[in-house]
């Protein structure tokens, strides 16, 4: 039985969806299994024959997280120690998710899984935390760093801009942070392939859609898409700007494009440009 953790969130949703897809025997936990608690996720994995664990559960408001660094260490530092330690104990794999905020962004270059980190971040800094606790408390584990999540579930950036181009007139928008969208619904089925057929070859993998664009950009394809799937009636004017003159509480890597060639090669996944990626989740966001 494979188990989704964070199954209510964006992407475990996604993954649920898709390993059900595959007609696979799976089971789902949210905030009722709390991954920071030790004797809750002794007392599920007791109760069930877990095959797999897929870890996406997390604290994932960057900007909150300055305020709330307790919080983001222990659910994305602890939590995924408390999994790594019982993964390790029944001998089950994890899968675990990372994000490109680990980088400092000071390349110009895509990232290699082997590139030293430096995050920016409370939330970055978390994360790292958890990775770590992931690579000393368990041998059998993927560590899967995507960057700019977005799909037709929870909070993301594709829903909040449909909603502010419908609302307003003209939006400012940051062009000069480079990095690459991904689909959590795409992603989802990549995760669902690799459990079909696991090969080993645990570590480090980077992944996001194919190419790298601002998030200027990555707006003016969003409001283009909404328009030609009927979303959006009214086009808004869209102002690129620096990300000086758009401060947030949280700083974000000013570049964080990944190289992809290593989960493409060793674990077989398959990468599709970003565009075509955010036309099907546009499509299916009109209904
Ligand atoms: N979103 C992005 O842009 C992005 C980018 C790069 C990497 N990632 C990574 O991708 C993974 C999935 O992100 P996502 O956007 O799908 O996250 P999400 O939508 O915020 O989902 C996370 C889920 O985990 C739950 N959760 C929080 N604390 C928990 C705890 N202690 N025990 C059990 N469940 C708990 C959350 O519940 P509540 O909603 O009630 O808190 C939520 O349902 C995360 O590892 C994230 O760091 C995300």
Not at 25 to 52: G, R, Y
Not at 69 to 78: C, G, Q, S, Y
Request: aromatic fraction near 10%.
């Amino acid at each position: 039985m494979i188990w989704v953790i964070g199954a209510a969130g964006m992407l475990g949703s996604d993954i649920l969806q898709q390993i059900k897809n595959y007609n696979l025997p799976v089971c789902a936990t949210d905030q009722e299994c709390d991954i920071t608690n030790t004797q809750t996720v002794e007392n599920f994995l007791q109760s069930q024959k877990i095959s797999c664990m897929i870890n996406c559960a997390a604290f994932t408001d960057v900007n909150g997280a300055e305020q709330q660094k307790e919080k983001a260490f222990a659910v994305n530092a602890r939590g995924p120690e408390v999994l790594a330690s019982a993964a390790q104990q029944y001998r089950i794999p994890l899968i675990h998710f990372s994000t490109d905020y680990v980088f400092s962004g000071n390349k110009t270059s895509p990232y290699l899984e082997t590139d030293n980190t430096g995050p920016l971040s409370v939330y970055g800094e978390s994360k790292l935390a958890g990775e770590k606790a992931v690579q000393e408390n368990c041998s059998n584990y993927y560590i899967i760093r995507i960057s700019w999540l977005y799909g037709v579930n929870g909070k993301n950036f594709v829903k909040t801009m449909l909603r502010l181009l419908a609302e307003k007139p003209e939006i400012n928008i940051v062009n000069d942070q480079y990095g690459s969208p991904t689909s959590s619904l795409y992603l989802g089925r990549n995760i669902a392939g690799l459990i079909k057929n696991f090969s080993g070859q645990w570590g480090i993998y980077h992944y996001a859609d194919e190419g790298i664009i601002t998030w200027y950009d990555f707006t003016c394809a969003i409001q283009e898409l909404g328009k030609k799937y009927g979303i959006l009636s009214q086009t808004a004017a869209l102002k690129p700007v620096s990300t000086g003159e758009y401060p947030t509480p949280a700083v974000r890597p000013a570049y964080s494009g990944f190289c992809k060639n290593k989960i493409i090669k060793v674990l077989g996944f398959t990468v599709k440009p970003w565009r075509e990626n955010l036309e099907e989740i546009i499509r299916l966001l009109a209904g």
